[in-house]
């Protein structure tokens, strides 16, 4: 079965600083890779995704990722953090099965962002 | 288009009662699915639906009963309350569940005494 390892329950970075949330996979196919975005009492809404194009791939608010199956990881990186990015962040990857698909989540980042 | 909608909002049970929770989607979309949320545990899939009368299990199924009789409802169903059962339940569908993305619900706080 799949699954994903978020390294890092809590990361706190400077506003203006780089931001990095480390994601990696274990797949025996070539997966589909999520970065979803929760803010507090909020559902979640997806950043990027990863579906074999290219392999570094952009999304909302300035955020991107890169896909590199060698280190099987799919990082979380914005240049500059904002306050407004302080959110809860989960990685997941499809997985298809006998009946159908499912989607794995890690057990998320905590990104907090102080001024 | 409301997207996926859920409710109630929030729901305090006793130990032992039954509920359903109803999550409702009006995009089309074949494939929906129940996760719920624990602190540190991320989003774990109880059970998913890849289209109407088709319905199966994922991760922690035990003390949920689903059904899908049509493409827009997919509700989820506590057949006898437990304490464990206190989370924060989410809904999603999507077009295809393998590459689409999934739209998420508000969510469904539930507390079970």
């Known amino acids: 079965a799949q699954s994903v390892t978020q390294l890092g329950s809590h990361v706190s970075v400077s506003e203006g600083a780089l931001v990095l949330l480390r994601c990696n996979y274990s797949s025996s196919v070539p997966p589909y890779l999520f970065w979803y975005v929760q803010y507090p009492n909020q559902g979640l809404q997806l950043l990027l995704k990863?579906?074999?194009?290219?392999?570094l791939v952009k999304g909302i608010n300035g955020f991107e990722a890169e896909f590199k199956k060698s280190e099987t990881s799919f990082h979380l990186t914005k240049p500059s953090a904002h306050m407004s990015d302080a959110a809860e962040y989960f990685c997941a990857v499809s997985e298809r099965n006998q009946a159908g698909t499912a989607l794995i989540f890690g057990k998320g980042t905590t990104l907090s962002v102080s001024s | 288009n409301a997207g996926v909608t859920q409710t109630p909002k929030f729901q305090v049970l006793k130990t032992g009662q039954s509920m359903t929770l109803q999550c409702a989607q009006d995009?089309?979309?074949?494939?929906m699915s129940w996760y719920r949320q624990d602190p540190g545990m991320g989003l774990r899939l109880i059970h998913y639906?890849?289209?109407?009368?088709?319905?199966d299990q994922g991760e922690v199924p035990n003390g949920y009963n689903v059904s899908r009789s049509t493409t827009e409802d997919f509700p989820l169903r506590l057949l006898s309350a437990a304490p464990s059962q206190t989370s924060v339940y989410f809904c999603?569908?999507?077009?295809?569940?393998?590459?689409?993305?999934?739209?998420f619900g508000p969510g469904t706080r539930l507390l079970v005494l």
């Open positions: 995009m089309n979309h074949e494939y």
């Open positions: 990863y579906t074999s194009a290219a392999t």
């Open positions: 999603a569908s999507s077009y295809d569940g393998t590459q689409e993305t999934q739209y």
């Open positions: 639906s890849v289209g109407a009368g088709i319905t």
